[in-house]
């Protein structure tokens, strides 16, 4: 007989099992001490200082586990302000009647979000929902507009929320199961990354500029393959970043402005898309 078997010991006990063993035992001093709790039930423990690279690999094989799971093999990526309201909706970000006027302009992307978000989902369907499915921050404004996109023709997509000291709460279009929530900025902008296939930019704030230059960052360097990255709205981002400009000044490489594309449309967006993959 295997010397485990004669002890009673069995090696591949449940981590649930041994949970409930640990609060089954008597009230006492010590079962109340920290000190007795199990390392990964133990909440002040996990949450110290000391602790934050295991929190830090926490965050990135949650959501890596649940994607893989689903066989979500590529996405598409969208960023955009969480500001830009729907068409015919308040701006409720504005500042001043000059803001609102702008707002209520910029209303226009969030259809062109909602568009592209169908036309990419519906491109998924052939691979049951494993290729190019939409990815959002699962906020408002641009990011609700490319879930619903996505939910308006029956196909999941993702949020990868963060919790921010105004607290975002996710947009009801983000497929639940596949609503994820950030602590750490770091390993958030991993996974927009990692399984994307094209990126999309639509007008936005700080936000959506840290995205935009770490995509251009990264392939630039080439820590990632090149893929279409769409910056929407040729006159917003013509007059947000110049980059032949920098070109001129000679801080970026000439033909580094060759990684992004304009589009107005997302029927444009799709066919830069297509185009890339030769898709039919």
Not at 76 to 84: E, K, L, Q, S, T
Not at 122 to 147: C, D, I, K, L, W
Not at 170 to 196: E, G, Q, S, W
Request: aromatic content about 10%; charged content about 20%; hydrophobic content about 40%.
């Amino acid at each position: 007989m295997n010397p485990m078997e004669q002890t009673g010991w069995t090696p591949l006990s449940h981590s649930n099992e041994d949970l409930e063993r640990a609060r089954s035992v008597p009230d006492t001093p010590q079962t109340r001490a920290p000190t007795y709790r199990l390392a990964w039930n133990d909440e002040d423990f996990l949450t110290r200082r000391e602790t934050r690279a295991v929190r830090l690999q926490l965050e990135l094989m949650k959501p890596e586990l649940t994607l893989a799971e689903r066989g979500i093999r590529s996405t598409v990526v969208m960023f955009g302000g969480a500001r830009i309201p729907e068409p015919g909706g308040p701006a409720w970000a504005a500042k001043n009647r000059t803001q609102e006027n702008n707002l209520k302009a910029n209303a226009r992307y969030y259809d062109e979000a909602r568009k592209f978000a169908q036309l990419c989902s519906q491109h998924s369907a052939a691979s049951y929902h494993r290729e190019f499915v939409v990815v959002t921050g699962g906020g408002p404004g641009v990011m609700e507009a490319g879930n619903r996109g996505a939910a308006d023709v029956g196909a999941p997509s993702i949020g990868l929320n963060i919790v921010l000291p105004h607290e975002q709460a996710p947009n009801l279009y983000v497929t639940p199961d596949l609503c994820f929530n950030f602590h750490y900025f770091a390993i958030r902008k991993m996974h927009f990354i990692m399984r994307a296939k094209a990126v999309a930019v639509f007008p936005g704030g700080f936000g959506t500029m840290d995205e935009f230059f770490e995509t251009l960052t990264l392939i630039q360097t080439g820590r990632m393959e090149r893929v279409p990255v769409i910056l929407f709205g040729s006159d917003f981002w013509h007059k947000a970043v110049d980059l032949d400009f920098l070109a001129e000044q000679g801080t970026i490489s000439p033909g580094d402005q060759n990684i992004i594309d304009y589009a107005d449309t997302a029927e444009t967006a799709w066919k830069i898309v297509s185009d890339f993959y030769d898709i039919s």
